[in-house]
């Protein structure tokens, strides 16, 4: 019961009555009740102020913050913090921030209004009546910020100091009133692409110093970039039809930024790009073709020089490039770290199009051939990407017209060793095993080492399921062959193999691997210095292998994680870090298996002892942590299920500062809480589940059950998860908000029999959760999507125990699925049931009564669970037909059973009015049957055709 006290009066009772432990503790009680019940219910109308973390940096020298605050429907922010001066500075419609590498100037991108964009996208505006992106150049030492309207693009140099090059958009009208650098409307809200520039549009470049305050302008630019140390910035430009065809405004030029001096590279109008420097900025590459426009299967060529150029480049006449082979246009070269070798991508002329065909006079059809490589669908699906496959060459440049090949139709991928200074490289070739990828999920591939100066081959390991990875310094090849649960290393100079974990009992490979396929590695977590040792994951801790195998392994980790089940990974802090070094302390990420709290260690490599804890909590974030270049500020965010993730600063991770405050109005609505349980299976298995309470939990009270689950979802104990409309799984907020308790077993599966495995897990844990007196177990409903929703449709086929069920996208049918198509990918799903997801472990024809065992439709029969099915017509994982085949069984007979389909809608719905609607539906269809709420109309009348767009059946009947 309530109180009707005031929380002031309420107050003041219990401080009169303090000398009486008991009142005061009725009071305060009282209290507590009074509060919680000011809270309200979160509701369908609250998703769009829910706010997330985008993106979030610190600048080089650790003094400023930037991160981003996302909003689910509408405009974004961008915030810049000074670490320093505690300065907060946001900007509405940021996007895209990136700081100067001398730490003075963070530029960014700001965006139209969402609601002008939304309009574009309904065909209610053109793209030209709204404004164009802008950028804003802010001063980190006056905090003074310059924006600019109307930028198609800009570019800073990665190590250039304050240099910014940007393309201006050509002004075609003029400015909507809601210019995008003065508008002050506060009601907007994150912008989303606004469609695809015209492709090539000559615009005017503007090159600034932003210290020294220098500016130059260059017109008619289509493509541009910086070298890494910002000293030179090259650019392309092209002929627009009333310009004369003077030499001296049209071809590449190249700009030293000291000075802005400007010198021609090429005088010929043509199609100029893939810029590229070596380090120092003293060699320049591209591509380019100056063939017609028009045509549509141009020839590339290299272009190369030193800078600065002594005359201009003409195109290089490769020796060694086949007949019918060009320079690819769709791969930069890249020059080695020592600037020696340059690598470019080279492909064979595609076949042109015979233009003079009449459509109408030619069958389009698609050919299948059991010998394909590839099945039909999946070609289609990759045709444009294969039109872009290029094939990796280099050119030593002591012969700059020299060029010898690594890779072909037959070896199609080739890794460059040691940023291209090695004599060698790793070849790839999956020819072998592509035919059989439609059934068989394991990557094997042959493996090679290539000599770069003369392109010879020497086989490393043939048919290899497992990782592989070269050493920084390029000495060594790792690799684990998960057939063997063995990782190797090959050392390239002595071609000499040395077997690293051989004599240890630890299992390097997935210890919990339920499916009927090879194990995966848990990885390489870094390479120390000069390739000395590789450092390695099992389960739990970490393990240090000397590549030369001269010494025994090490456990870095002292084996203290097993022994705790913490697991432990390296903190990659900085992505140009290649090397750690064994005598300098590092971080650990850590997680901890059994309470699912998470946090840091440290430890040193060499001493190979019992980590240091250095943070570990509920709290810590699961994003990754990253550090400031040149400072010892570490930035990373913190959350749990109660609290929203927020954006944190700190040297030592105990004093730290907090950025971000987002989500200040959760405070007014009701929350909950997670709680971990455990239980015994039917088959006497240890099991583990989430169950989710209301902020307000009252152990005497009777609450409705959703039990949502998919494999395994204990780790996310500790995860926020922001109101939203749903995808077709559950808010598990919104529905504990809403006084629903809210169950998600883990579940472990029994190969060939991923249905009894569900029943289980999932039934059982339902069991286990009845006895207590707060469950009421005449009230609990099911909920799955895709996988999950496959287990759904098998549950209410074998037990009568649940109320409601709600399945998204699910395989009914294992006989009709095993030979469909996963139409997002083109892929054959043959793989899925015999070795991933499904787990059968056998084809069709091999054990048929698995497949009717594990198909739901051939049980429908047995169901009297009422049930919502939501399946898309373009739904790219799992055909839509399976949804169709088990509603037309139940509706054949007569069961209670609907079925949503949102046209043109994919596997998990995309788009927003879509989630919005099946929330409203799923909340209405869980409270009719688990609280006796009245029904909608959709779910007692239905909507007929003639009504679609016109009523959707949301009102509720007046009476159950």
């Known amino acids: 019961m309530k109180s009707k006290l005031s929380a002031k009066r309420l107050k003041n009772y219990a401080s009169e009555l303090l000398t ?79 700081f100067t590498s001398d730490s003075k100037f963070a530029i960014f991108k700001i965006r139209p209004f969402y609601k002008d964009l939304k309009l574009v996208r309904i065909k209610k505006k053109k793209e030209n009546e709204i404004a164009k992106d802008s950028i804003g150049i802010l001063n980190l030492v006056t905090n003074k910020v310059e924006k600019l309207p109307n930028i198609k693009s800009f570019k800073t140099p990665q190590k250039g100091g304050s240099l910014l090059a940007y393309l201006l958009e050509k002004e075609e009208v003029k400015k909507d009133k809601s210019d995008s650098t003065k508008s002050k409307d506060k009601s907007a809200k994150p912008a989303k692409s606004s469609g695809k520039d015209k492709k090539d549009v000559p615009l005017e470049l503007v090159l600034r110093n932003l210290t020294s305050g220098q500016k130059k302008s260059f017109k008619n630019v289509v493509n541009y970039d910086f070298s890494e140390n910002g000293k030179q910035l090259i650019y392309s430009t092209k002929q627009e039809k009333k310009d004369s065809l003077d030499k001296n405004k049209y071809g590449v ?87 020696k070798s340059l690598f470019i991508g080279i492909a064979p002329k595609l076949e042109e199009k015979d233009t003079t065909l009449i459509a109408e006079d030619h069958a389009k059809v698609d050919v299948w051939s059991y010998k394909d490589d590839f099945i039909q669908p999946q070609q289609l699906k990759n045709a444009e990407r294969e039109k872009k496959r290029s094939y990796l060459a280099v050119i030593n440049l002591d012969q700059p017209q020299q060029l010898v090949q690594l890779a072909d139709e037959n070896l199609n991928m080739v890794d460059v060793l040691n940023e291209g200074n090695s004599t060698y490289a790793l070849g ?24 770069t100066k003369t392109g010879q081959k020497e086989l490393l390991v043939k048919g290899l399921a497992g990782n592989v990875e070269t050493s920084p310094n390029g000495k060594f090849v790792v690799y684990f062959n998960e057939e063997t649960g063995i990782w190797s290393s090959y050392n390239i100079e002595t071609k000499e193999t040395k077997v690293l974990n051989k004599k240890l009992k630890v299992n390097f490979a997935d210890e919990e691997n339920d499916s009927p396929t090879l194990a995966g590695a848990y990885g390489i977590a870094y390479f120390t210095t000069n390739d000395e040792t590789v450092l390695i994951r099992d389960r ?95 930035i990373y965010t913190k959350e749990s299920f109660q609290n929203s993730p927020d954006v944190y600063v700190s040297t030592n991770f105990k004093d730290e500062k907090k950025i971000s405050a987002i989500n200040p109005q959760q405070k007014d609505y009701s929350w909950g809480k997670g709680e971990l349980v455990t239980w015994k299976t039917y088959s006497g298995k240890d099991a583990t589940g989430v169950v989710y309470k209301p902020e307000n939990f009252d152990p005497n009270k009777k609450y409705p059950v959703i039990v949502y689950f998919y494999e395994k979802l204990s780790d996310n104990l500790n995860r926020y998860q922001a109101p939203a409309p749903t ?59 895709s996988w999950g929703g496959y287990q759904v449709a098998h549950l209410i086929t074998t037990t009568n125990m649940y109320a409601a069920a709600w399945t998204g996208a699910p395989v009914v049918n294992m006989t009709s699925a095993y030979g469909g198509i996963r139409w997002g990918t083109g892929m054959s799903r043959q793989f ?11 084809t069709l024809w091999e054990a048929p009564e698995l497949y009717i065992e594990n198909s739901p439709l051939f049980n429908m029969p047995n169901v009297k669970t009422p049930v919502v099915i939501m399946h898309n017509d373009e739904d790219g994982a799992v055909p839509w037909y399976q ?78």
Do not use: C
Not at 317 to 330: A, I, Q, R, T, Y
Not at 743 to 749: K, N, Q
């Open 20 to 98: 009486n432990k008991a009142v005061y503790a009725a009071a305060i009680a009282m209290l507590a009740t009074n509060v919680d019940a000011q809270k309200k219910p979160l509701d369908l109308t609250v998703f769009d102020e829910w706010q997330s973390i985008g993106m979030k940096e610190l600048s080089n020298n650790g003094n400023w913050v930037a991160y981003q605050v996302n909003a689910q429907e509408g405009d974004n922010t961008l915030n810049f913090f000074g670490l320093k001066t505690d300065k907060n500075l946001n900007f509405h419609r940021g996007e895209q921030s990136v």
């Open 253 to 339: 030029f190249l700009v030293n930024t000291a000075t802005f001096a400007q010198k021609q590279l090429v005088d010929t109008i043509g199609d100029f790009k893939q810029f590229t420097f070596d380090e120092l900025a003293n060699k320049v590459a591209f591509v380019g073709t100056t063939d017609d426009e028009k045509k549509e299967n141009k020839s590339y060529y290299l272009y190369y020089s030193s800078v600065p150029a002594q005359k201009e480049i003409q195109k290089s006449e490769l020796v060694g490039l086949k007949k019918d082979w060009f320079v690819s246009e769709n791969r930069q070269p890249k020059f080695s770290k020592d600037g």
């Open 428 to 451: 790839i070739s999956d020819n072998l095993y592509r035919l059989s990828s439609s059934w068989d999920s394991t990557r094997r591939r042959d493996y090679y080492i290539i000599n």
């Open 540 to 634: 739990y801790d970490i393990w240090e292998f000397d590549l030369a195998g001269n010494r025994k392994p090490e456990n870095v980790t002292d084996g203290f994680g097993r022994k705790n089940k913490i697991s432990f990974d390296i903190n990659k802090l900085n992505d140009d870090v290649k090397t750690i070094n064994r005598e300098t302390p590092i971080y650990l990420s850590a997680f901890n298996n059994g309470n699912k709290q998470s946090g840091v260690y440290q430890t040193i490599i060499s001493k190979a002892k019992k980590p240091q804890e250095i943070v570990m909590s509920d709290t810590w974030g699961s994003q990754k942590m990253t550090k400031a270049l040149n400072a010892d500020e570490f």
């Open 727 to 785: 995808p077709s799984r559950i808010n598990h907020t919104y529905f504990v908000s809403n006084d629903y308790i809210v169950f998600t077993p883990d579940i472990s599966y029994t190969i060939g029999h991923p249905g009894k495995s569900a029943e289980d897990y999932i039934n059982s844990g339902v069991e286990a959760l009845k006895k207590n007196n707060w469950i009421n177990g005449s009230k609990i409903a099911i909920q799955g999507q």
């Open 832 to 842: 899925q049931y015999e070795q991933t997801q499904s787990r059968i472990g056998k």
């Open 883 to 960: 949804g169709i085949e088990m509603f037309m069984a139940l509706r054949r007979l007569g069961k209670p059973a609907w079925m949503l389909n949102y046209n043109g809608d994919d596997h998990n719905l995309v788009k927003r009015a879509n989630k919005n609607d099946i929330q409203q539906r799923q909340q209405q269809f869980f409270d009719y049957y688990l609280k006796d709420k009245p029904a909608p109309k959709w779910l007692t009348e239905g909507v007929p055709a003639i009504s679609k767009g016109i009523d959707w059946g949301f009102d509720l009947e007046e009476t159950k």
